[in-house]
Structures are given as structure tokens and as C-alpha cells.
């Protein structure tokens, strides 16, 4: 399973690379928000610690505005990959996007349906927000179970991340269901790698 890091934070990024336990990074408008620092230089700067891709995400609702947002952000690194939702308009500039060598990871989805769609728009990632459902009452993991059959069934290239992680359990139990990527907070990434009797028994 890969591991990307799940912030916009550049310490916290700086401490779980060199942990040796990070393939990639998300972001988003509202984690690169929270540092209140310029968006380019923000991703350029993840984009040199984190040796795999780095997702930015379009904000543009219309397709043709979303791939020329896209371009744009893609020259910036060669890490940086494409965010953008799961609409019409945005599995549109998915296509797109990725029929001129762009890859993409598709946000925002919520069912088995917007996973199977993503992927037959040629999606090199897919992001279903396990946490969200949970919190709107609904079985997140369900839907990475049902995404993974989707994938395998079709053989789509599409790689399902994990996303919208609240707990360590969510990672161990999405790796078992054989998800691709699980994108993981800081603070739940170093909470995988402890447990406390090993404190105990080092004492
Ligand atoms: C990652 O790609 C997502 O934007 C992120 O996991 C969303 O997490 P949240 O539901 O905690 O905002």
C-alpha cells in the first residue's frame, strides 16, 4: 500500500518523508487555506520533499476553465498531479486531462457509482472520503470494498486512494480490502507505527 501525506503543512511533511513512509501528498483548498501561505509556492515546495505525486486541485466548475487551471499547475513540477471533482464537467476535463499525458486523481466521491464513472474517464487516481460517510452515518470502508471489485472486475488503471482518514483502524482495514493508497493526516501516520505495549516492553 502506498502512504501519502495528507496535509499542506511543510514541517509535518519534512518529518514523515524522512520517516521514510511517504510515496505522495494531497492537498487541498482548505488544507493549503489553513497555512495561510501562497498556493505555488506551498505545492513547489512539497513537491521538492515528496519524491512521488503531489495532488493540487483545480477550482474552476466548467471543464474548458479546469484544464487550463490544470496545465498551468502541472508545469509547475513534474510531481504535481490534478485534483478535480467528481462532476460531469470535471470527469470532462479528467478525459482530457489525461488523454494529454496529465494524470488525475478525482475528488469528492461519495459512491460506487462516481468511482465507476472516474474510472472509465481514465482517472489515474480515485479518492472516496471514507470519513465524511462516516460522519454523514454511512459505512465509508463499504465503498472501498465495492470500489476495489469495481476496479478489479473491469481492470481499469485507476488506483483508488483512501481518503478522508479519522482513525489508524481505517488504514489497516482498507489495506486488507487491497486499496492502492491510503492518504493519511500527520498525526494518524504516527499513530500507525505505535502501540503501547511496545512502550512497555521497552521500559
Ligand atoms: C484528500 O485528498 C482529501 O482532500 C482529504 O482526505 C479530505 O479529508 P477531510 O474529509 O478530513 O477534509
Not at 60 to 69: I, K, L, N, R, T
Not at 182 to 202: S, W
Amino acid at each position: 500500500m502506498k502512504f501519502f501525506i495528507d496535509t499542506a503543512n511543510i514541517e509535518e511533511i519534512k518529518k514523515a518523508v524522512a520517516w521514510g513512509l511517504v510515496d505522495g501528498a494531497t492537498t487541498n483548498p482548505s488544507l493549503i487555506a489553513k497555512e495561510g501561505r501562497d498556493f505555488k509556492q506551498v505545492v513547489l515546495e512539497i513537491c521538492g520533499l515528496v519524491n512521488g505525486p503531489v495532488s493540487a486541485e483545480v477550482i474552476s466548475a466548467e471543464a474548458e476553465q479546469m484544464v487550463v487551471e490544470a496545465k498551468d499547475l502541472a508545469a509547475w513540477h513534474e510531481n504535481v498531479i490534478i485534483k478535480a471533482p467528481c462532476t460531469i464537467e470535471g470527469l470532462k476535463a479528467v478525459k482530457k486531462l489525461e488523454s494529454l499525458g496529465i494524470k488525475t486523481n478525482v475528488t469528492l466521491v461519495f459512491s460506487a457509482n462516481q468511482v465507476l464513472c472516474a474510472a472509465k474517464a481514465g482517472a489515474s487516481y480515485i479518492s472516496p472520503f471514507v470519513g465524511r460517510l462516516d460522519d454523514a452515518g454511512e459505512d465509508g470502508l463499504k465503498m472501498i470494498e465495492e470500489s476495489m471489485r469495481i476496479i478489479k472486475n473491469y481492470g481499469y488503471k485507476s488506483e483508488i486512494i483512501v481518503a478522508s482518514i479519522r482513525s489508524p483502524l481505517t488504514v489497516s482495514k482498507a489495506a486488507e480490502l487491497g486499496a492502492h493508497v491510503a492518504t493519511i493526516p500527520f498525526k494518524i501516520m504516527e499513530q500507525l507505527v505505535k502501540h503501547p505495549l511496545t512502550d512497555v516492553g521497552i521500559k
